[in-house]
Nanobody, 118 residues
Framework: QVQLQESGPGLVMSSQTLSLTCTVS??????????WNWLRQPPGKGLEWIGY???????YYSPSAKSRTSISRDTSKNQFTLQLSSVTPEDTAVYYC??????????WGQGTLVTVSE
């Protein structure tokens, strides 16, 4: 009965840092073999994978986002966080967190819209 919930500001100013938190319940983010992901979908566009933090704490990012992206975790709160720096209006999207199980994103948060203002 794992659940994921995104939270954070819905509006971010251009050039600032976008910060979102995914709170996980019903499972531990340190559970063996799970990968905790961030994805996004800009308006009218397809789903884009951003990166993940593994159960070990290791991170991996999409090459297109690597230079601006940081994913971290707080195991005491069972949360993991996305930080995307130097945002522009092109970063406006619905952001999702999701758990990867054996090559599939089986569990998703409901998504949260983040708008970047000029």
């Amino acid at each position: 009965q794992v659940q994921l919930q995104e939270s954070g500001p819905g509006l971010v100013m251009s050039s600032q840092t976008l910060s979102l938190t995914c709170t996980v319940s019903g499972d531990s983010i340190t559970t063996n073999a799970y990968f905790w992901n961030w994805l996004r979908q800009p308006p009218g566009k397809g789903l884009e994978w951003i990166g993940y933090i593994a159960y070990t704490g290791s991170t991996y990012y999409s090459p297109s986002a690597k230079s601006r992206t940081s994913i971290s975790r707080d195991t005491s709160k069972n949360q993991f966080t996305l930080q995307l720096s130097s945002v522009t209006p092109e970063d406006t999207a619905v952001y999702y967190c999701a758990r990867l199980q054996r090559r599939e994103f089986e569990v998703w948060g409901q998504g949260t819209l983040v708008t970047v203002s000029e």
